[in-house]
Structures are given as structure tokens and as C-alpha cells.
């Protein structure tokens, strides 16, 4: 690297638009990346408003003509959506590696069974009303992270992913061997999720949208879909934030970073709590969905799955997160179901769908590194692109 | 007492093969700066191959373990010259150890699909053995595993010092431009010490599935993955530090596993936890491990 120039080049490398020059060697005009867009044509500020509008329209509208297997298979892809937002922050924004993200899933998850069951004399419990300990849960997934915050400031990218193993090893013993938390091998019931007296996740009291009963399917979609639109908003305006910014800067040069005055060690723990918030919040949603979990669960292969989301997404962009997590949590699924479509590989045989779906991702995370490291993202824009839409001058 | 000693042992003999595996891990990261995650399963892979060709194509041992070697330990420079050769021009390094988890996704499932319910053998010539050694009972197994495990590591830190090659290998390392610029070929070194690694993976693969262990099944897996805080607590970049690693780990398992009534307050099973314990506790001391150097930074 050359010579760091305080003066003037690198203090512009943090442009306005929220991209950071990669280094202090490449000059950057400042408002270059505003003008480089060559002026948006009119009505393309509304472009992607109007269409996330659309978006949403359909996402609440789905309920009202999909069965249930549809319904459940979007609550889980959804939840798991969250968690992945929480893990492109920290690897794509960051660069920092986490394999400790089924950890915090399971802090959060464990957190409000323990928070919201009451009482028993086999098992541990505080009896507090559901919709506190689902708050709560989700804020023990965060402090959970901070506590992990002396080693997730200090250790870089893949030293963090091989150290945060850790936490997945030290956490299955746990839930295998906490039998009053986690029942053990056999699993232990999750509290529903009531508001006084309306079950958020339920059938009471009856409730009907355009004359389509909201039962459990429907209801636990709209729960899903909502905790994830907020999410996305959330994780949006943080990434604009100074905060965000300052995650861009270390993950493109931490040196250059620290020299504009970037507390590095800081901004990597705020942001291993942040991701760990996210999973806390899919744990909590996840083991509302599943009604009942067991331990066995929450192991290495679901943070490489979450992992996998992230980077058949793109890394770096919340909708591609987004995406990855719909392809991952629902492929398994969908498979499940045709797989008697498809000769030889029905559940019985050795060719099942766990296996055809593993097979599938592992793949697909090489070959997306190999060909497309940003993903299902950049093959939207692309796409985006080539139908005469203006995406590239969007901000990543 | 003659407990203690037994247990040191079993965990020296276990840990020398901890050591082998961290070692291909550490030899990967010096040449290319890529932790690979893949190991485990490359370690799964070839020891298939060898207890398959024993146990189900009948094969004698010996040219069941060198088929084992040799098919690792192309596979492993086919990785290396076609998939991670490529992130060598942008330095990503994240990326291409991320691909390695990618990779080792699916070979081990692919593994775990063709070994299924199966307990395959090796064959290996020491059976189930127990000699007397010191007062002890000790399975010959494992006596051979630490003979062999310290043979290889010695041969190995000899090859490094002494030979030209090492001597490019261990340049590359220091400084990848410069090396390169001395007419070092990079990409050549790294695809030898993908090599060394598969073949590293293979000959410790075979210890891990030799008696007392039943024989290679699906559980191999997260035994292999033990090799990873191994090579972290040594320092990622550090041939010593994965010995010192795979000997930590090693005897913290054992000892555990040795100790578990005492320490029956950790719960049961404690002892597959335990050297991810003691990697997080060294991590918090050491941030490079204990042999790892610190990254100097230059501006």
C-alpha cells in the first residue's frame, strides 16, 4: 500500500453516496458517484418505491389464495430471512465470518421457551407473558453477542469464523445436557404467542380478511412477513448510517479505516451484537413456528445453511439476503414435497431430499463464488439492466 | 497415577493425529492465505476410499492407503489449481475460504451418503492389539500413531528447512511478492501444499478410525473437525503451533473424557466441547495463537 495522504484524497474516499474508495491510491472527486449516474430519467425515483409497494401488496394478498403447505413454507422462509440479514451485515458489510449464528438462533429460541413456559418440577421456566419474553429473548441474543464482543472486536474475518465454531460446539453441549432448559433429546413445547386474549399464531378469537378465515397458517405468515419488512427497514437505515459506513470502511481497508478515525475493534463487536439481534429475532420466530424444538436443531449445519443463504444472496445486500434465505429454507421443503415427481428420489431412498438439497447448496455456494461472487444481487441488476431500468446507479 | 500416564498417552497418541490434520490446515494458510474448512471432509473422503478398497474391493492395506493418498491427494490439488487458484489474482481470501466450506458441504455429504449406516475397516495392520508399555495397556494402534504422527511431522520439518522446495515454500509465506519476484511459482506452491495436506488428511484419517475407535462411520466427521481449533490455538501460521495445537486438543479430550466423574458438573459428553473451550480461552490471551505471529501492519 502507499503512503497514507490525510489531507485529501482519503478524506473524500468517503463519498456522499455511502460507497467508500477502496483504498487511498484511487482518487475520488467528491459527488463523482452522483454524477457518474448521468442524471436519473424522470419518474425513476419512484421506480423502486412503487415497486416495493407492489411487492408488499402481493405478500398480503398471498394469504387469501395459497394453502397452507405455501403459507408455512413462506413463515419459515421469512423468519429465516431475518437471520440472514443479520449475518450479510456482519460478513458482507464487515467482512467479518461468523459460523456461531445457529448459537445465537438457539439463544433466542431457548430464550423465550425459558422466559414464557412456566414452571415445572422438570423444567425451568419464569412464566412471564409472551410477547415480554419474546422481547426479552431476543435482547439475551444480543448480549449474548456482546459478551462475545472480546473476541469478535479483536479476531479478523475467517480467524473470527474458525473461533466462533466455538460457540456452536459449546452450545449443543448445552442443549443436550441442560435437560430443565431444553428437555433434552426430546425437544420441549413453545409457549404460543398471545396478546391478552387474541393468539398471534392461533385460530382465536376468528378473525377474516376479505372473507378468507385468518387462521394459523395465514396468521403465521402476516406475523413472518411483518417481523421481516421491519427488519429490512431497520438493517436498511443502519447500512446508510454513519454506522454503516463506518462497517464499509473497515471491510475495504481496516487500516484506512482506523486511520479516518474509525474505532475498528468498536464497529466489528457492534456489529456481531447487531447480527446476533437478528438471529435472536429468527430464533424467537422460528421456534414459534415450529411449535416444538429439539436440540439437535440448532447445529453447525444450520449456521453453514445460514451462511449459504448470505452468499447465494450476494453478501452484501439485504434483498439478496433476503432471497438466498427464500431459496435455502424453502428448497428442502419443496423438494420434500415433489419428491415423488422426480424417480429415485423419494424420502426412503438413498438419493432423499435432505441429501438432493444439501448436494444442491453446497454446490451452489461454489459455483456462485466461482462465477458471481455477489450473487443472486448482481444477477438482478444485471437483469434490471437489461430491461432498460437504471439500477446501477443505486448504492450498494 | 498409572492412570494419568495412560491418559497422557492416549492423548499424545490422538493428538499426533490432530497434529497431522492442522498441519495441512497450517500449510494451506502459509502458502495461500486460505483457512480450508474442506479438510475434515477431505480427510472423510480418502479415508473411504482406503477402508472401501480394503473392505469392499478386498484390496491389501498398503495399496488401499496408497490409492487413499494418491486420490486425496489429487482431488485436493484439483481443488486448489481449478477453484481457489482463481481468488489468487484479488487476495480474496475470505471468499475462497468460504467456498471451502461450500466444498466441504458437499463432500461430506456425499460421503455420509455412500458410508450411510455402514462401520467400514481400514485393515490396518495393528488390529486390535494391546501391548503392556510401562505398566500400561496401550493399543498398538496407537503406539503407531504416535510413532508415525512424530515421524511424519519430524520428515515434514525437515523437508521445510532443508530442502529447496520448503525453502520456497517457507518464502512464500514470508512475502508472496517478493518470493514471486525471485522467480518462486506461487501457484506451484500452493498446489504442493494442497497436496501435502490431502495426503497429511489421509494418513491421520486412518489413526482416527483405527481400534479402539470402531472403524470410519458418519460421527468421523466432527472428530476431524478438531483439527481446526488445533491449528487456531497453535497460530494459523505456524508448523510448530499446529503440533503444539493438535497435542493441546488431543489431551484436553482425553483428559476430560478421562477425568468425566470429577467433572460431571460440566454434564455428560463434555469432551467434545472441550477444545473448542480451550481454543476460545487461548484466543482470549493470544489473539494469534500461541505460536502465531502478529500480523505487523503496513501503511
Same mark, same amino acid.
Given at each position: 500500500?502507499?503512503?497514507?495522504?490525510?489531507?485529501?484524497?482519503?478524506? +473524500?474516499?468517503? +463519498?456522499?453516496?455511502?460507497?467508500?474508495?477502496?483504498?487511498?491510491?484511487?482518487?475520488?472527486?467528491?459527488?463523482?458517484?452522483?454524477?457518474?449516474?448521468?442524471?436519473?430519467?424522470?419518474?425513476?425515483?419512484?421506480?423502486?418505491?412503487?415497486?416495493?409497494?407492489?411487492?408488499?401488496?402481493?405478500?398480503?394478498?398471498?394469504?387469501?389464495?395459497?394453502?397452507?403447505?405455501?403459507?408455512?413454507?413462506?413463515?419459515?422462509?421469512?423468519?429465516?430471512?431475518?437471520?440472514?440479514?443479520?449475518?450479510?451485515?456482519?460478513?458482507?458489510?464487515?467482512?467479518?465470518?461468523?459460523?456461531?449464528?445457529?448459537?445465537?438462533?438457539?439463544?433466542?429460541?431457548?430464550?423465550?421457551?425459558?422466559?414464557?413456559?412456566?414452571?415445572?418440577?422438570?423444567?425451568?421456566?419464569?412464566?412471564?407473558?409472551?410477547?415480554?419474553?419474546?422481547?426479552?429473548?431476543?435482547?439475551?441474543?444480543?448480549?449474548?453477542?456482546?459478551?462475545?464482543?472480546?473476541?469478535?472486536?479483536?479476531?479478523?474475518?475467517?480467524?473470527?469464523?474458525?473461533?466462533?465454531?466455538?460457540?456452536? *460446539?459449546?452450545?449443543?453441549?448445552?442443549?443436550?445436557?441442560?435437560?430443565?432448559?431444553?428437555?433434552?433429546?426430546?425437544?420441549?413445547?413453545?409457549?404460543?404467542?398471545?396478546?391478552?386474549? *387474541?393468539?398471534?399464531?392461533?385460530?382465536?378469537?376468528?378473525?377474516?380478511?376479505?372473507?378468507?378465515?385468518?387462521?394459523?397458517?395465514?396468521?403465521?405468515?402476516?406475523?413472518?412477513?411483518?417481523?421481516?419488512?421491519?427488519?429490512?427497514?431497520?438493517?436498511?437505515?443502519?447500512?446508510?448510517?454513519?454506522?454503516?459506513?463506518?462497517?464499509?470502511?473497515?471491510?475495504?481497508?481496516?487500516?484506512?479505516?482506523?486511520?479516518?478515525?474509525?474505532?475498528?475493534?468498536?464497529?466489528?463487536?457492534?456489529?456481531?451484537?447487531?447480527?446476533?439481534?437478528?438471529?435472536?429475532?429468527?430464533?424467537?420466530?422460528?421456534?414459534?413456528?415450529?411449535?416444538?424444538?429439539?436440540?439437535?436443531?440448532?447445529?453447525?449445519?444450520?449456521?453453514?445453511?445460514?451462511?449459504?443463504?448470505?452468499?447465494?444472496?450476494?453478501?452484501?445486500?439485504?434483498?439478496?439476503?433476503?432471497?438466498?434465505?427464500? *431459496?435455502?429454507?424453502?428448497?428442502?421443503?419443496?423438494?420434500?414435497?415433489?419428491?415423488?415427481?422426480?424417480?429415485?428420489? +423419494?424420502?426412503?431412498?438413498? *438419493?432423499?431430499?435432505?441429501?438432493?438439497?444439501?448436494?444442491?447448496?453446497?454446490?451452489?455456494?461454489?459455483?456462485?463464488?466461482?462465477?458471481?461472487?455477489?450473487?443472486?444481487?448482481?444477477?438482478?441488476?444485471?437483469?434490471?439492466?437489461?430491461?432498460?431500468?437504471?439500477?446501477?446507479?443505486?448504492?450498494? | 497415577?498409572?492412570?494419568?500416564?495412560?491418559?497422557?498417552?492416549?492423548?499424545?497418541?490422538?493428538?499426533?493425529?490432530?497434529?497431522?490434520?492442522?498441519?495441512?490446515?497450517?500449510?494451506?494458510?502459509?502458502?495461500?492465505?486460505?483457512?480450508?474448512?474442506?479438510?475434515?471432509?477431505?480427510?472423510?473422503?480418502?479415508?473411504?476410499?482406503?477402508?472401501?478398497?480394503?473392505?469392499?474391493?478386498?484390496?491389501?492395506?498398503?495399496?488401499?492407503?496408497?490409492?487413499?493418498?494418491?486420490?486425496?491427494?489429487?482431488?485436493?490439488?484439483?481443488?486448489?489449481?481449478?477453484?481457489?487458484?482463481?481468488?489468487?489474482?484479488?487476495?480474496?481470501?475470505?471468499?475462497?475460504?468460504?467456498?471451502?466450506?461450500?466444498?466441504?458441504?458437499?463432500?461430506?455429504?456425499?460421503?455420509?451418503?455412500?458410508?450411510?449406516?455402514?462401520?467400514?475397516?481400514?485393515?490396518?495392520?495393528?488390529?486390535?492389539?494391546?501391548?503392556?508399555?510401562?505398566?500400561?495397556?496401550?493399543?498398538?494402534?496407537?503406539?503407531?500413531?504416535?510413532?508415525?504422527?512424530?515421524?511424519?511431522?519430524?520428515?515434514?520439518?525437515?523437508?521445510?528447512?532443508?530442502?529447496?522446495?520448503?525453502?520456497?515454500?517457507?518464502?512464500?509465506?514470508?512475502?508472496?511478492?517478493?518470493?514471486?519476484?525471485?522467480?518462486?511459482?506461487?501457484?506451484?506452491?500452493?498446489?504442493?501444499?494442497?497436496?501435502?495436506?490431502?495426503?497429511?488428511?489421509?494418513?491421520?484419517?486412518?489413526?482416527?478410525?483405527?481400534?479402539?475407535?470402531?472403524?470410519?462411520?458418519?460421527?468421523?466427521?466432527?472428530?476431524?473437525?478438531?483439527?481446526?481449533?488445533?491449528?487456531?490455538?497453535?497460530?494459523?501460521?505456524?508448523?510448530?503451533?499446529?503440533?503444539?495445537?493438535?497435542?493441546?486438543?488431543?489431551?484436553?479430550?482425553?483428559?476430560?473424557?478421562?477425568?468425566?466423574?470429577?467433572?460431571?458438573?460440566?454434564?455428560?459428553?463434555?469432551?467434545?466441547?472441550?477444545?473448542?473451550?480451550?481454543?476460545?480461552?487461548?484466543?482470549?490471551?493470544?489473539?494469534?495463537?500461541?505460536?502465531?505471529?502478529?500480523?505487523?501492519?503496513?501503511?
Amino acid at each position: 500500500m502507499s503512503d497514507l495522504n490525510l489531507s485529501g484524497t482519503t478524506v +473524500s474516499g468517503l +463519498s456522499p453516496s455511502g460507497t467508500v474508495a477502496s483504498g487511498p491510491s484511487v482518487p475520488s472527486v467528491p459527488g463523482s458517484a452522483v454524477k457518474g449516474g448521468a442524471g436519473p430519467a424522470p419518474g425513476a425515483r419512484w421506480r423502486r418505491p412503487v415497486a416495493a409497494l407492489g411487492a408488499g401488496v402481493i405478500l398480503f394478498a398471498i394469504p387469501l389464495y395459497a394453502d397452507r403447505f405455501w403459507l408455512n413454507l413462506g413463515a419459515f422462509a421469512f423468519a429465516a430471512a431475518v437471520g440472514a440479514i443479520g449475518l450479510m451485515i456482519l460478513l458482507g458489510r464487515v467482512g467479518q465470518l461468523s459460523l456461531a449464528h445457529s448459537f445465537f438462533l438457539a439463544v433466542g429460541a431457548y430464550g423465550y421457551i425459558w422466559l414464557a413456559s412456566p414452571a415445572s418440577e422438570s423444567t425451568w421456566g419464569l412464566g412471564l407473558p409472551t410477547l415480554p419474553a419474546a422481547v426479552i429473548a431476543v435482547v439475551l441474543a444480543g448480549l449474548a453477542g456482546l459478551a462475545f464482543s472480546p473476541l469478535a472486536g479483536r479476531l479478523k474475518g475467517i480467524y473470527l469464523g474458525v473461533a466462533s465454531l466455538a460457540l456452536v *460446539f459449546i452450545g449443543q453441549h448445552v442443549l443436550f445436557t441442560a435437560e430443565p432448559l431444553t428437555g433434552g433429546y426430546n425437544g420441549r413445547e413453545v409457549p404460543p404467542l398471545t396478546v391478552g386474549a *387474541f393468539q398471534v399464531l392461533g385460530s382465536e378469537p376468528g378473525l377474516s380478511l376479505f372473507g378468507v378465515p385468518l387462521r394459523q397458517a395465514e396468521r403465521m405468515w402476516y406475523t413472518a412477513l411483518i417481523v421481516l419488512i421491519l427488519a429490512t427497514v431497520f438493517a436498511v437505515l443502519v447500512l446508510r448510517s454513519r454506522v454503516g459506513r463506518a462497517f464499509a470502511a473497515i471491510r475495504d481497508g481496516e487500516v484506512h479505516a482506523a486511520a479516518l478515525g474509525v474505532r475498528v475493534a468498536h464497529y466489528r463487536s457492534v456489529a456481531f451484537t447487531l447480527s446476533s439481534v437478528y438471529a435472536g429475532i429468527a430464533g424467537v420466530l422460528l421456534a414459534l413456528l415450529f411449535q416444538r424444538v429439539v436440540p439437535e436443531y440448532w447445529d453447525l449445519m444450520l449456521s453453514l445453511e445460514y451462511l449459504a443463504m448470505v452468499v447465494i444472496g450476494g453478501q452484501a445486500s439485504v434483498a439478496g439476503a433476503v432471497a438466498g434465505a427464500v *431459496f435455502v429454507s424453502s428448497l428442502p421443503l419443496l423438494l420434500q414435497r415433489y419428491s415423488d415427481l422426480v424417480p429415485g428420489m +423419494s424420502a426412503t431412498s438413498d *438419493f432423499g431430499p435432505a441429501y438432493v438439497a444439501q448436494i444442491l447448496y453446497g454446490t451452489l455456494v461454489v459455483a456462485i463464488l466461482f462465477y458471481e461472487p455477489k450473487g443472486l444481487a448482481e444477477v438482478a441488476r444485471r437483469a434490471r439492466r437489461a430491461l432498460g431500468g437504471r439500477a446501477a446507479s443505486t448504492p450498494r | 497415577m498409572t492412570y494419568l500416564f495412560s491418559m497422557l498417552v492416549e492423548g499424545g497418541s490422538i493428538g499426533a493425529v490432530y497434529a497431522l490434520v492442522a498441519l495441512g490446515i497450517v500449510v494451506v494458510y502459509k502458502s495461500s492465505s486460505v483457512v480450508n474448512f474442506a479438510q475434515p471432509s477431505l480427510l472423510m473422503l480418502g479415508t473411504y476410499v482406503v477402508a472401501s478398497a480394503h473392505s469392499l474391493h478386498g484390496l491389501p492395506f498398503w495399496l488401499a492407503l496408497s490409492l487413499g493418498v494418491a486420490v486425496t491427494a489429487a482431488l485436493a490439488v484439483l481443488i486448489d489449481r481449478v477453484l481457489i487458484s482463481r481468488f489468487r489474482k484479488t487476495n480474496a481470501v475470505v471468499a475462497a475460504s468460504i467456498m471451502t466450506i461450500g466444498l466441504d458441504i458437499v463432500l461430506v455429504t456425499e460421503t455420509d451418503r455412500r458410508i450411510g449406516s455402514q462401520i467400514l475397516t481400514t485393515g490396518d495392520p495393528w488390529g486390535n492389539d494391546v501391548t503392556r508399555f510401562l505398566g500400561i495397556g496401550v493399543a498398538e494402534a496407537r503406539i503407531a500413531a504416535l510413532v508415525i504422527g512424530v515421524l511424519l511431522l519430524v520428515l515434514f520439518q525437515l523437508w521445510l528447512h532443508r530442502s529447496d522446495f520448503g525453502v520456497a515454500m517457507r518464502a512464500t509465506a514470508e512475502d508472496p511478492e517478493t518470493a514471486s519476484l525471485m522467480g518462486i511459482r506461487l501457484g506451484r506452491v500452493s498446489a504442493t501444499a494442497w497436496g501435502i495436506a490431502g495426503a497429511l488428511a489421509v494418513c491421520a484419517g486412518l489413526f482416527l478410525v483405527a481400534y479402539p475407535s470402531p472403524g470410519l462411520d458418519t460421527s468421523v466427521e466432527a472428530v476431524a473437525l478438531r483439527a481446526l481449533p488445533a491449528a487456531i490455538i497453535g497460530g494459523l501460521d505456524s508448523t510448530a503451533g499446529a503440533i503444539a495445537g493438535g497435542l493441546l486438543v488431543g489431551l484436553s479430550e482425553v483428559l476430560v473424557r478421562g477425568y468425566a466423574e470429577q467433572l460431571a458438573f460440566l454434564g455428560r459428553g463434555f469432551e467434545d466441547a472441550a477444545p473448542y473451550v480451550l481454543m476460545l480461552v487461548v484466543l482470549l490471551a493470544r489473539p494469534s495463537g500461541l505460536f502465531g505471529h502478529r500480523e505487523a501492519v503496513r501503511v
